[in-house]
């Protein structure tokens, strides 16, 4: 059977050929060793290239997959590559990275996701690397936000930033610097 051998007579049943080697013949007294670059699993009839989203180990000539963060976008990559700014990737043996989306930014290599925006700051394009907070008498109703809008009723412009109004307080209409006290 390809990918077993048995170099014993008298034997009940073959062994598996073991990581990094393989047999591709029936009846093998032996399995053969991957040449360099190449990898094959428990069993294998052949050897493979390392796939894109892995890195080859120098030291033993196995596949390593490529951590959360980092990406081989090759067959056979010498090693793996951090994510760039601007880009994420929270799976492993991946062969790319994720972009950020609006909303969210990330100003580091090898991230594994891109930060919110915070309330009152925001991205409208893809890989941003910072967000930027929003022009005096705008912001958002929450995190993560694409676009700045009025600060809506119930909120004031403080320090170019919409704020809730405190308890006791209350503003019924957009954009206003200040809130009213409750009678």
Known sequence: I?????????????????????????????????????TAGNGSASCSACSAGKRLNGADKTCVDCVAGQFSENQNAGQCTLCPRGFHQPDNSSASCLPCIPGRANNLEGQLECKEC????????????????????????????????????????????????PSGFFQ?????????ECD
């Open 118 to 165: 915070l309330k009152d700051f925001v991205t409208s394009t893809v890989e941003q690397l910072t967000c930027t907070r929003c022009p005096g008498g705008k912001g958002t109703s929450a995190p993560g936000k694409m676009s700045c809008g009025d600060c809506p009723p119930g909120t004031f412009t403080r320090n170019r930033a919409c704020e809730d109004c």
């Open 172 to 180: 019924a209409e957009a954009s206003q610097a200040a809130c009213i």
């Open 2 to 38: 390809p990918g077993r051998a048995n170099p014993l007579e008298g034997q009940r049943d073959c062994q598996l050929c073991r990581e990094d080697t393989f047999t591709d013949v029936p009846e093998a007294t032996a399995c053969t060793a991957c040449k360099a670059g190449r």
